[in-house]
Structures are given as structure tokens and as C-alpha cells.
């Protein structure tokens, strides 16, 4: 790691420099990110930070710190206010973003800061003249949508409102958005559910779209122990498929939580009746796997090729695969595979190099990928590792990424894969 360190390899770098302050020689620690700090560059310094802070040097990390935070960068104001949250100077980690509240990443740190600051007032007051400001969308008049900035400040003020144990307001402002999920989690329904307004939570779940209520509802009655209701509360908002197309999963691994696993399989084999889209069945195949079907996993996919005429694209084909090797056929799914029309690809190696992996036939897993030596340096040197060519691997590691040129666009869309 030392040398590579010295040839200019950043993780080895960081690696070692953390190492050696892990053995108590702190100022060679130092030396070793100096190099990357020389060049202004910003995660090098921070990793020195984070070294320093973990010393107990905080104010030569905030020192560090400062000039990259003045200079605009949102990563590294970001860690500089929340270094000075952590060192008892939130209030002046406050000021310093009270200016750029108009950011939503900037706007959420601030908000955390002023909860150490005691100044939730404060940031209240601030986001509630941005939510004020609000001004329309677009200059269509049938359009009623608002333009926000930040994006999420009505979110970030009923978070302040609700550590306030101001639950009534927040739920009321969390009713006035026009986005209601973000990362597959609604605010609303884990406010509610928080504060066991169970009854609420029925209601919203039943008026939400997306099917991020019916989730929370269904987890906290599975953590009450009520199982049968929470997998009511999947199939009442599922009763239709294109409620169920948004709660299929989460409904089947409940069901598989709770040793149901035939019923999982009905729930995503009846979803996929109604539309074969690959991730539907790709959990279908998966399952079949898990719960020792895997013959059925291919007789559904055998049904789906005939039902478009014999013919399967790669992202349906490559699921067959792993069933196969379930069933003793491995050696015959290769073959099928190296006929396929995608089966000479670089992507279609990575999935058979995996299923060989899988099946400890690691040498082969590994000739596979040489063929595409110009794609996933990162997998052919995890099978290098695996087979103890550790020297290889960090050849391999060491090339050059170099990517396809790519064609020169004429407005339409392409039709070659990968999509």
C-alpha cells in the first residue's frame, strides 16, 4: 500500500495516511496526503480534515477547512459547518449558510445545524419566506405548480415545526406538496407513523399514489406483530394492477419474511400476467430460485419467448441462466448463451462470468472476461483475487479506463443495446 501510495494511487494514499494514524505516526500521515493537498484538491484536504478532527486538532481542521468553504464549494461547506456543529460553534455554522438557503442540499444542513444552535426559530422564519416567495412554474396559465427554492423547504420546515411538537402544523404543511416521496420514503407517512396516528395513516395511504403510505402502514402493523393486516393494507392499495405494479415487491418479501413464499410467487407471477417488465420478472425468476422451483422460473420463461414468437432479448435470457444451473444445466446455458445474439457482448460476459463464479468454476468465470479486456477492469480483478493472482489484479486495476467512441447523435433514439 506504501508503494503504491508514493506512485500516486489516491485510495491506497488515503489508506495508508489513515493507517499511519492509526499507528501513532501522525506527521507521516500528514506527509502522505501533502502531494494532493499541494493541488487545491478539495477531498484530499477534507480526508486531512477528518485525520486532524480525529486528533483532536479541530481547530487546525477548521483552519484546513475554511478557505475551501469560502470558496464556494457546497461538499465543503457542508463539512465545514457540520465540524464546527460538532465543535460547539453552530451558530456560527448558522450564519454561514443562512445566505445560500436557496439550495436544497445547503438548506438541509442548515436546518440540522440550527437544531444544535437553538435556532429553529431562526431557520423557520427563513424558510417560511422562501415558501412564501414561491412563484409559478411556468407562464402557462392552466399550470398551478410553484417553483420553490429550495426545492425542499416546506419538508425542511415542518421537520422544525415537528421537533417542536408542532405535530398538527406539520402535518397540515406536508398536505401542500406537490412531491410527496423522495427515495421511495414519503415524510408525511413516517411523521404520522411516528406519532401512532395509525387512523391517519389509513387515510393517507389510501389517497397516496406511489404507495409509500400503504409501505409504512404495512411496517408498522408487521412490527406490531399484526401480520395479516399489514398484508391487507399491500393488497387493498394492490387490488388493481397498477396498485399492485407499485407494491408487488415490498408485499412479496413480507410474504417470504413470514415462511409464505408460494404466495410471494403468485403475487409477482399474476403482476407479470399483466405486464412482462423486466424487473418483474427478474423478482419472479428470483423467487422460483430461493424457493426451489427453479424448473418453474423457466417454464415462465419459456411461455414469455413463445408469446413473442420465439425470440428473447438478452435482458430476459440472462435470467435463465442462474435457473439453469440450478437444474444441473449450466454447461447447456453457456451454450445457448454463446448463440445468442447479445452472447459475444461485454455485458453478457459479466453475467456468465458471474453464474460460473457462483458455481466455483472460477477459472473459467475469469477466461470469460479476458475476451473484453477493455471492459469491467473491477470484475475480472475480483476473479484474479478470487484465484490468488493478486499481482494480475492490480495490473488490471491499473489500466487505463478507455471508453467507446461514441457516434456522432442524430436525434433519434437507439435501438442497439446495452439501453
Not at 76 to 90: N, Q, T, Y
Not at 215 to 240: H, P, W
Amino acid at each position: 500500500m506504501e508503494f503504491q501510495a508514493g506512485r500516486g494511487e489516491w485510495f491506497c494514499a488515503l489508506e495508508w495516511a489513515r493507517l499511519l494514524g492509526h499507528r501513532g505516526q501522525r506527521e507521516q500521515a500528514l506527509e502522505v496526503l501533502a502531494p494532493y493537498i499541494a493541488t487545491d484538491w478539495w477531498p484530499a484536504a477534507r480526508a486531512r480534515a477528518e485525520l486532524l478532527e480525529g486528533w483532536g486538532r479541530v481547530e487546525d481542521a477548521i483552519a484546513l477547512s475554511r478557505p475551501y468553504a469560502q470558496a464556494g464549494d457546497r461538499l465543503a461547506l457542508v463539512f465545514f459547518a457540520r465540524l464546527l456543529a460538532r465543535h460547539d460553534r453552530s451558530g456560527e455554522a448558522f450564519m454561514l449558510l443562512r445566505t445560500k438557503i436557496q439550495d436544497w442540499f445547503l438548506a438541509e444542513c442548515l436546518v440540522d445545524v440550527a437544531e444544535a444552535a437553538g435556532m429553529d426559530e431562526e431557520a423557520a422564519a427563513l424558510l417560511e419566506a422562501r415558501v412564501e416567495g414561491a412563484v409559478p412554474a411556468c407562464s402557462d396559465a392552466d399550470c398551478h405548480n410553484l417553483r420553490i427554492e429550495p426545492s425542499n423547504a416546506v419538508g425542511l420546515l415542518a421537520t422544525i415545526r415537528e421537533r417542536q411538537g408542532r405535530i398538527e402544523e406539520a402535518i397540515a404543511l406536508l398536505h401542500t406538496r406537490e412531491t410527496t416521496s423522495v427515495n421511495g420514503r414519503d415524510q408525511l407517512a413516517d411523521l404520522l407513523a411516528r406519532h401512532d396516528q395509525i387512523t391517519e395513516l389509513r387515510a393517507y395511504a389510501a389517497s397516496e399514489y406511489h404507495g409509500h403510505a400503504a409501505q409504512r402502514l404495512a411496517e408498522v402493523l408487521e412490527k406490531r406483530g399484526d401480520v395479516e393486516g399489514a398484508i391487507a393494507a399491500y393488497r387493498t392499495f394492490g387490488a388493481t394492477p397498477d396498485g399492485m405494479w407499485h407494491v408487488a415487491v415490498p408485499l412479496s418479501e413480507l410474504l417470504v419474511r413470514h415462511g409464505r413464499g408460494d404466495e410471494a410467487i403468485e403475487v409477482m407471477r399474476a403482476l407479470a400476467e399483466h405486464g412482462a417488465e423486466d424487473w418483474i420478472v427478474h423478482t419472479l425468476c428470483t423467487l422460483y430460485a430461493d424457493h426451489g422451483r427453479p424448473r418453474d422460473g423457466l417454464a415462465h420463461l419459456d411461455a414469455l419467448r413463445d408469446r413473442h414468437g420465439g425470440k428473447e432479448e438478452w435482458d430476459f435470457f440472462r435470467m435463465r441462466l442462474p435457473l439453469m444451473a440450478d437444474c444441473g444445466l449450466l454447461d447447456e446455458g453457456i451454450e445457448q448463451a454463446r448463440v445468442h445474439p447479445e452472447g459475444d457482448t461485454w455485458y453478457a460476459a459479466w453475467v456468465l462470468s458471474d453464474v460460473l463464479a457462483e458455481a466455483g468454476r472460477t477459472e473459467e468465470a475469469a477466461a470469460v472476461l479476458e475476451r473484453h479486456p477493455t471492459f469491467g477492469g473491477s470484475l475480472r480483478a475480483e476473479r484474479l483475487i478470487e484465484l490468488g493472482r493478486i499481482e494480475d489484479a492490480v495490473r488490471v486495476l491499473q489500466q487505463p479506463v478507455s471508453k467507446p467512441t461514441a457516434p456522432a447523435g442524430d436525434g433519434a433514439y437507439s435501438t442497439e443495446p446495452p439501453f
